[in-house]
């Protein structure tokens, strides 16, 4: 079971940055892949980023793909998600994810066992 608790939301102009955190519950976190998803007004809920159990391996949705990066510190059983040159159409419901099934399609829902409640993300223009 993992329980997952993001935060560093918020109200942030065009271009400007913010870093997320996902902080895991559970003595086997360091064995879940880990990613972020994010639902904007109006749209169904569309992946960003997932980083492997490992931190070897990324994968980045074509929209942030240069702006955006995923990182993991296993000691402290945190995710991360560093947002660069923040666009409007970045504001988003984040929520973060884990999973232990690794050969799954990763950029489907159905392919992550456990969600955080999420943090909202504003880019004003």
């Known amino acids: 079971q993992v329980q997952l608790v993001e935060s560093g939301g918020g109200l942030v102009q065009a271009g400007g940055s913010l870093r997320l955190s996902c902080a895991a519950s559970?003595?086997?976190?360091?064995?879940?892949?880990t990613g972020w998803f994010r639902r904007a007004p109006g749209k169904e809920r569309e992946f960003v980023a997932r980083?492997?159990?490992?931190?070897?391996?990324?994968y980045y949705a074509d929209s942030v793909k240069g702006r955006f990066t995923i990182s993991r510190d296993n000691a402290k059983n945190k995710v991360y998600l560093q947002m660069n040159s923040l666009k409007p159409e970045d504001t988003a419901v984040y929520y973060c994810?884990?999973?232990?099934?690794?050969?799954?399609?990763?950029?489907?829902?159905?392919?992550?066992?456990?969600w955080g409640q999420g943090t909202q993300v504003t880019v004003s223009s």
């Open positions: 994810t884990a999973t232990r099934q690794y050969y799954r399609d990763y950029e489907s829902q159905s392919s992550y066992d456990y």
């Open positions: 559970g003595r086997t976190f360091s064995s879940y892949d």
């Open positions: 980083i492997s159990w490992s931190g070897d391996t990324t």
